[in-house]
């Protein structure tokens, strides 16, 4: 829609002027540059923000005792001490007219309240204009946004959202609300408008490609690719959409808390936005064994967040990525529904990472782990012939190496692990719970 086109530009001309525009052209000469020039960025800022934290809020003066402190050594940021603490994170540096509030929803049972600033927001637009440009997306044309809208707008709100409806060129499908009928009329609309890109929830996305793949249609977009975000991209929900839609879903990863983390290239890896993120995995070797996702916003100074203990796993990969783009690799982003296993130290393992060193192991056709006790795992196995003593050995010493040395892993042969009532194969499971031994 060339109008509506037309509209973006002006109205961004209009908004942010020149400096936007700079701006956007030096994200991208940042991030498509070397990683040197990067790292080097990302350190300078680091340093910036520590140094601020330390001078202007009553949390970190007292948490770091210096304005130059080493980032190692500076306790992890957890979402009770923000509850606790709300006020003494504030930086003195802004007032209270400058914060500007956000929560994160329900998925993790109990909302949280944080505060961003002004420059907080423009720097994490950039940064989203800059990866959406991976999956297709280029400012002002028409895009399919499947995401949560109150279903109820009136008066204001609704023309509000009317407007930015169409000066991004983008028609909404709401993720809230699917039904039969909402999806026949955006598939419609979608019909004439022809999106380039599509953003989406990944359960939305599920069920609106459900939806297209049921009633049989076609559609011929012409989409460039599908922007996926905000929930775990279950690898169903993938394959579906990329069949239905003829296009690849590109996997966006962040939080309301920090912003945009990484963005999956077209080679299918998940590059870290170094440039508003110092990402640190909480493990002896984040390479090897995967973590706690522990993340340093670069671009908050209203209310800084060190080394915040975001709630998803994961692990770094060193491996340089065939797409040509430097930025650093998040190798295996975990969701939270698999087991959590302890070790008599405290550690909590988290059970990716034994589907993860498992899942292609030649000879082993399924598999489940089962913690019983902190000394003792039941390792069932349905194998077949090209079993080797040598797996066996691999195997046992990749949980040992995790659990403990002197953990017993007792090996099972089956003809087939069961699947449980609730239909979920569950390739992990511990029966350990805090203070078992
Ligand atoms: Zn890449």
């Known amino acids: 829609m060339l109008l509506s086109k037309m509209a973006w530009h002006s109205y961004n001309t209009y908004r942010k002027g020149a400096y936007y525009r700079s ?7 940042l991030l498509d540059g ?40 500076i306790p992890t940021l957890e979402k009770r001490n923000i509850r606790e603490h709300l006020e003494r994170l504030c930086s003195g540096a802004f007032t209270a007219q400058e914060r500007i509030k956000n929560a994160t929803g329900g998925s993790t049972g109990t ?37 949560g809208a109150p279903a109820d707008m009136e008066g204001d709100a609704r023309w509000k959202h009317k407007f930015n409806e169409f000066w991004r060129n983008q028609y ?19 019909e004439r408008a022809r999106p380039q890109t599509i953003l989406a929830y990944p359960s939305s996305l599920y ?51 920090v912003g945009l983390i990484a963005m999956e290239c077209t080679e299918g890896r998940m590059h870290i936005n170094c440039r508003d ?14 973590g706690e996702i522990l993340i340093t916003q670069l671009n908050n100074y209203v209310m800084p967040f060190i080394r915040y203990r975001i709630g998803d796993i994961g692990m770094l990969s060193d491996e340089i990525c065939p797409c040509g783009n430097e930025l650093p690799i998040l190798a295996d982003l975990f969701g939270r529904s698999t087991a959590t296993f302890r070790t008599r130290t ?69 003809k087939e692990i069961p699947l449980p009532t609730s239909g979920k194969r569950e390739f992990t499971i511990s029966k350990v719970t805090a203070g078992s031994d």
């Not at 923000?49 to 980032?71: C, F, M, W």
């Not at 505060?115 to 002002?140: E, I, K, M, T």
């Not at 169903?236 to 296009?247: G, I, K, N, P, Q």
């Not at 405290?346 to 498992?358: A, S, V």
Request: hydrophobic letters at 35%; proline letters at 4%.
């Open 23 to 29: 701006q956007l052209s030096q994200t991208i000469e």
């Open 34 to 73: 070397a990683r040197e020039a990067i790292m080097e960025f990302q350190t300078e800022r680091l340093q910036k923000l520590l140094r601020h934290a330390y001078r202007t809020t009553p949390y970190y003066h007292k948490l770091l005792k210096t304005d130059a402190p080493d980032i190692t050594q």
């Open 111 to 147: 909302p949280l309240t944080f505060y961003q600033g002004r420059y907080y927001w423009n720097q994490r637009n950039l940064s989203v204009y800059y990866f959406d440009r991976w999956a297709g997306w280029n400012p002002g044309e028409p895009q399919l946004v499947v995401w």
């Open 172 to 190: 909404w499908l709401n993720g809230f609300y699917l039904t039969q009928r909402t999806m026949r009329n955006a598939y419609e609309k979608m």
């Open 207 to 257: 069920q609106f490609a459900r939806f297209v793949f049921e009633n049989g249609l076609k559609p011929r977009w012409g989409l460039k690719g599908i922007i996926s975000s905000a929930e775990m991209l279950h690898p169903h929900y993938r394959d579906l959409a990329e069949t239905v839609f003829t296009t690849k879903v590109f996997n966006r990863y962040g939080g309301r808390e």
């Open 277 to 290: 993120i110092y990402l640190e995995i909480d493990s002896p070797n984040p390479y090897t064994i995967p």
């Open 346 to 414: 405290g550690t909590l393992i988290h059970g990716g990472y034994f589907t993860q060193r498992f899942y292609h192991v030649t000879g082993v056709n399924q598999f489940q782990l089962i913690q019983e006790t902190l000394r003792r795992c039941v390792l069932k196995l349905v194998i077949d012939e090209q079993w080797t003593e040598e797996t066996r050995r691999y195997l046992i010493q990749s949980i040992q190496e995790v659990l403990g040395g002197d953990v017993v892993v007792a090996v099972e042969f089956v």
